[in-house]
């Protein structure tokens, strides 16, 4: 895995993810991660190769071009209560109930970086080309409270959620075309990996994306537009991408 995760990449620096909310300085136990979680941000940066980030926002409300947080917008409902109807259902339909039994407690993600990215200098989370926005390929991390619920996502639902996030964003219609949807595990811990594309008038853009979900929800995004072919590039960091305990 190591020497896959390098192809591509060059010197590319890795990008650490802090788990820890900014305002306790502490990690959260699972029980702890509440939904007001989501709107703590944190972001230091060491000297040298390594990048520290906190936890980000999702996009909503940020000005990048394309959206590219989550599709997996959050269900408004008292969180013990939604995590009960979610095992439930996670139990009638014979799914992964290990998100459920035994979560363990993360401190962060991390994930290395392609040569040519760098952080965003407008929106947290965000990693951008050199030569952004003429290359308009980014990366986008976001960390959210624990959502046993994201553990029933199908092909389906996410197709659906993410044409409705469009639809509120461009006003318009837009046909997300899902090109694979995997349920994988990273680091013992049940996620998904999902290659889809769609257009926005005469772009095309394609994405991939990685959701972890352990005791918090960590999202990282890959996009590129059909002028730029990076998902060489993508596949390599993805290959980095590890939970920190």
Not at 213 to 233: C, F, G, H, L, P
Request: aromatic content about 8%.
């Amino acid at each position: 895995m190591c020497t896959a995760a390098l192809v591509g990449c060059g010197g590319g620096e890795a990008v650490h993810t802090s788990a820890e909310p900014a305002e306790t300085e502490t990690v959260l136990p699972a029980d702890d991660a509440a939904a007001d979680e989501e709107t703590e941000t944190e972001a230091s940066t060491a000297e040298g190769e390594e990048t520290e980030e906190g936890e980000t926002p999702d996009s909503e409300g940020s000005a990048e071009p394309f959206p590219e947080a989550s599709f997996m917008a959050p269900v408004e409902m008292d969180e013990n209560l939604k995590n009960q109807l979610a095992e439930e259902m996670l139990e009638e339909n014979e799914m992964d109930t290990s998100v459920v039994e035994s979560a363990p407690v993360t401190k962060g993600c991390s994930f290395t970086l392609p040569e040519a990215f760098a952080e965003s200098e407008d929106i947290e989370g965000m990693y951008v080309t050199r030569r952004y926005p003429i290359d308009a390929s980014t990366i986008y991390y976001v960390a959210l409270g624990r959502d046993v619920a994201l553990q029933l996502m199908t092909e389906e639902t996410f197709k659906t959620q993410a044409e409705e996030n469009f639809r509120k964003e461009y006003g318009e219609e837009i046909e997300v075309i899902i090109d694979s949807f995997e349920s994988i595990r990273i680091d013992g811990c049940p996620a998904f990996r999902i290659l889809c594309h769609y257009q926005v008038g005469d772009t095309q853009i394609s994405q991939l994306e990685y959701a972890i979900n352990a005791d918090k929800s960590y999202v990282i995004t890959y996009s590129q537009t059909s002028d730029y072919d990076r998902m060489e590039e993508y596949e390599a960091s993805a290959e980095t991408i590890h939970l920190e305990f």
